[in-house]
């Protein structure tokens, strides 16, 4: 499948399922949530399941994303479009740095993983224990009972939904296009057997890094989106572990050789536990189902479920 | 004129194990080496220190007069040098083109110039036929000969190839050295680590024998398989 | 800060310390062996603390009793573990290995919440409020036992280890799987095992730590990523540095804490771990594999 079919599908699928859906609020609203785990998942997964870097410490960088324009706006009214890209340049700077040292040391698998949840703990921690950034109880942004456009500030959930899946399609095109070049043929090659792949010219530092900063540049936009759209943000919500974990769940469920796998995840999961959540009596139902699901497909669908349909379609 | 390959006082160890002492050998383009000596002697060693994998402890390498020693390994390769591995490992989820391709991006960034070009390094090998195929299905030749798809794809100078006849059928390491003979013609020099001595004495004009980490003998191929020390070396391996 | 907080903080560390060990040796005995980090291990600590509550709460027993019971519970579910689950996660890439104990650890802990609620628990007897006063220090008296009772466990495991044959082919299985297989060791049988013990002491972590720490059902999170710190500082799979790690872990915890806020010495942990992955990935205690 050429990348501009890839993408064609996809904003096919999205505006199909936006029309269906722009009329009733609550499922614009899960639409909107599903858009915006499934881009971050896809970024996630850019790293994990497409370059072989495994982060449990993503929260991290949606959490400076979101961190950025909660306080930008909070505390100084600045617009988005300054906050945006502030959080961006911060998590694409972090995620340079802890790559670099990470990979210096050449800390791969499992010790590349814990190595980034401890940085991600850290930054956890250090929120939850600062003054100006409202500590464990978060920050509360300023909203006005009027629309204002230039704060991103709307009444209606449709423009939200619009600016999500734009963000969603980029990634999608942007990792696409990627895949098909020699960056994307890096990537696979370090993911498999970096000691080969550094042999025949690959710089292997340098295109992990670069995974790395791109995907925690994407993930850092999707969190400064989850801020202006839900105005208000605490640790748990953007830099707790759980998000980072939620990423990989998606991912693991939908298929991580694939660049649109963890979308598929996302969709199948995200609508589901939000409908679980609200409807079901049983408090935390709606995670006990999808644990089970994680565990199950995990050893029995490797693949994930848009593997298992792509090697079934090719047969 | 100065020789392709430089290797001089050549050392590394690891904690207290000597893997290689004080080795030093030259090889001239456009020649077949080979790197002999039992199981042990420091072979891979040498091998991952020509390529970067290994930064030696001590001692140069030059390669076409530039120093090339404790420098990354994709910096190696883009200077010209390129090795296989014993354990051939294709990239996963890639044809058999696509692997090549991964190899022919150091030089052409582009995918489409790189798609070219791995297509002429598969009809060079004779592999042309096979570019769709998904590599995780090749058989062990094949497989040899994709790693040697992949290394000619960096359009090297020098090639290090380890143990590339292991596991072979007779018919399959004939078509193999056939393969080997070629490279100079091409323009690229060999370096061979190899077990088998008349499969050595037929291919290289010269040689080196390793012996825990120490040059044993260097020289002319026949010379050095002729000389007690090494005999009783490569008997006493054959023997354990 | 006094001198008496100084010391007051560096007691509660060392008795914290001995807590972490006895909780880090499993996960770190579970990984050298079977090669798998579990996520799900504070999860198995927090059933351990509830059997422990629920055996003082519903049938008066006494903490200290209830670790006769509550551990062969644990050993149980370890197996359990192994044949329901880590036998199949060990033909799965690491990922999947990571995403099957995650889901786990997500199972348990909403499980537990179905069950027993968000509430705290704890075990309130007499001696709870007890304290030995030691100068200028005071010492729970919970904690001195839990101390001690750890300590003795970790004895034991450690002799266990290195002078029984059961010790050692636990060490020959973590060396080389193929080589142990190869020697007619019943490696499915090491496994087994492996994963009993090492769950198998928290079943006496929890009935101590529940008379120490409130129990509800995400006390276990907590105790996973300190004990990854822990084993990670010591050296994966590496039984003395665990004890190291749990050492350094304990006391630079409790010291922060006397100097900065909770968060601030919440997150001190995890920044060792970036210094010590960071300087030395392979542990304090392990050989350097790097060449």
């Known amino acids: 499948m050429s990348s501009f079919r890839t993408v064609t599908m996809v904003t096919a699928v999205l505006l199909v399922v936006f029309a269906a859906v722009s009329g009733n609020r609550y499922y614009l609203d899960i639409f909107i949530f599903t858009c915006f785990y499934g881009t971050l998942a896809v970024c996630w997964n850019m790293m994990a399941g497409l370059t072989g870097l495994m982060s449990l410490g993503h929260a991290l960088f949606v959490g400076l994303g979101a961190y950025s324009v909660a306080w930008g706006v909070s505390v100084h009214g600045w617009s988005p479009l300054v906050t945006w890209p502030m959080g961006m340049g911060l998590a694409v700077a972090a995620a340079f740095v802890i790559g670099m040292l990470c990979f210096r040391y050449g800390l791969r698998g499992y010790f590349f993983a814990i190595a980034t949840l401890a940085f991600g703990e850290v930054a956890f921690f250090m929120v939850s224990a600062t003054e100006t950034l409202g500590r464990s109880d978060g920050m509360i942004m300023p909203i006005s009972s009027t629309d204002i456009p230039g704060q991103l500030q709307f009444f209606e959930k449709w423009p939200y939904a619009l600016i999500i899946m734009t963000i969603l399609i980029g990634t999608i095109g942007v990792g696409e296009a990627l895949m098909r070049s020699r960056t994307g043929y890096y990537w696979r090659a370090l993911r498999d057997n970096e000691q080969a792949a550094e042999a025949l010219g690959v710089n292997a530092r340098a295109f992990k890094l670069r995974c790395f900063m791109l995907s925690a540049g994407i993930s850092a936009l999707c969190g400064a989106f989850y801020a202006n759209y839900v105005a208000f943000v605490d640790p748990r919500s953007v830099l707790g572990v759980e998000l980072s ?20 995840g996302a969709a199948v999961l995200v609508p589901f536990s939000i409908l679980l959540r609200d409807y079901s009596a049983m408090p935390g139902g ?15 669908l490797p693949q994930g479920i848009a593997g298992w349909f792509v090697s079934k379609w090719r047969t | 004129m100065t020789p392709l390959l430089e290797v001089q006082g050549l050392s590394k160890s690891f904690g207290g194990l000597h893997a290689l002492s004080d080795v030093s050998f030259d090889v001239a383009a456009g020649e077949i080496f080979a790197v002999i000596g039992p199981n042990g002697a420091g072979k891979t060693t040498l091998f991952n220190c020509l390529a970067g994998a290994a930064a030696p402890t001590s001692g140069t390498i030059r390669l076409g007069g530039e120093r090339i020693d404790g420098r990354a390994p994709h910096e190696i390769c883009h200077r010209g040098l390129a090795r296989t591995f014993q354990l ?18 150091s030089r052409h960034p582009s995918a489409k110039q790189a798609t070219t070009a791995a297509q002429a ?22 497989l040899r000969q994709l790693e040697i798809a992949r290394a000619l794809a960096t359009q090297p100078q020098l090639l290090l190839l380890d143990e590339m006849l292991a596991g072979l059928t007779a018919t399959e390491s004939a078509a193999m050295c056939e393969r080997i003979r070629q490279l100079p013609r091409e323009g690229i020099a060999v370096i061979v680590v190899e077990h088998s001595i008349p499969v050595v004495t037929s291919l290289c004009s010269r040689a080196v024998v390793l012996c825990f980490g120490k040059v044993l003998r260097r020289g002319a191929t026949r010379e050095v398989i002729a000389d007690p020390r090494v ?10 | 800060m006094s001198l008496d907080i100084f010391l007051q903080a560096i007691v509660s560390g060392l008795a914290n310390a001995a807590m972490y060990a006895l909780i880090a040796v499993g996960l770190t005995l579970v990984f050298g062996v079977m090669r798998i980090i579990n996520f799900a291990h504070g999860e198995f600590l927090m059933i351990a603390m509830y059997a422990g509550y629920f055996a003082w709460s519903l049938l008066g027993i006494d903490p200290i009793v209830a670790i006769v019971l509550v551990t062969p519970v644990l050993m149980i579910l370890g197996t359990l573990l192994y044949s329901g689950v880590m036998r199949f996660a060990l033909r799965v890439p690491e990922i999947n290995q990571m995403a099957v104990t995650l889901g786990l650890s997500m199972l348990f802990q909403h499980l537990a919440l179905v069950a027993f609620t968000g509430d705290n628990m704890l075990v309130t007897q007499a001696r709870a409020v007890a304290g030995v006063e030691l100068g200028p220090v005071v010492v729970q008296v919970n904690q001195l036992i839990a101390c001690g009772i750890s300590m003795a466990l970790l004895a034991t495991l450690y002799l266990v280890l290195q002078r029984t044959d059961f010790g050692l082919i636990m060490r020959a299985v973590a060396q080389s799987r193929d080589g142990a297989a190869l020697s007619g060791i019943d490696v499915t049988g090491v496994y087994k095992w492996a994963m009993a013990v090492g769950i198998g002491t928290l079943g006496v972590a929890g009935p101590l730590l529940v008379s120490i720490l409130y129990v509800n059902p995400h006390v276990g999170a907590l105790f996973t990523l300190k004990a990854f710190v822990i084993v990670i500082l010591g050296g994966l799979g590496n039984f003395t540095g665990a004890l190291l790690g749990a050492l350094i872990v304990g006391l630079a915890e409790s010291i922060a804490g006397a100097w900065f806020s909770a968060s601030v010495a919440a997150a001190v942990p995890f920044v060792i771990l970036i210094l010590i992955l960071l300087t030395r990935p392979e542990g304090l205690m392990n050989r350097s594999r790097r060449a």
């Open chain 1, 245 to 264: 974990i939620q990423m990989l769940v998606y991912s693991i469920v939908g298929g991580m050789s694939l660049l649109w796998g963890p979308l598929v």
């Open chain 1, 286 to 300: 709606d995670i006990v189902v999808y644990a089970v699901l994680l565990a199950v497909l995990a050893l029995l």
């Open chain 2, 88 to 105: 051939v490992k294709p990239f996963r989820g890639m044809t058999v083109l696509e692997n090549v391709k991964v190899a022919a991006f």
């Open chain 2, 121 to 142: 390094v598969l009809d060079r090998v004779g592999m042309a036929e096979l570019a769709a195929v998904d590599a995780e299905t090749l058989n062990v030749a094949q």
């Open chain 2, 231 to 240: 005999q009783e070396a490569y008997l006493g391996n054959a023997q354990t």
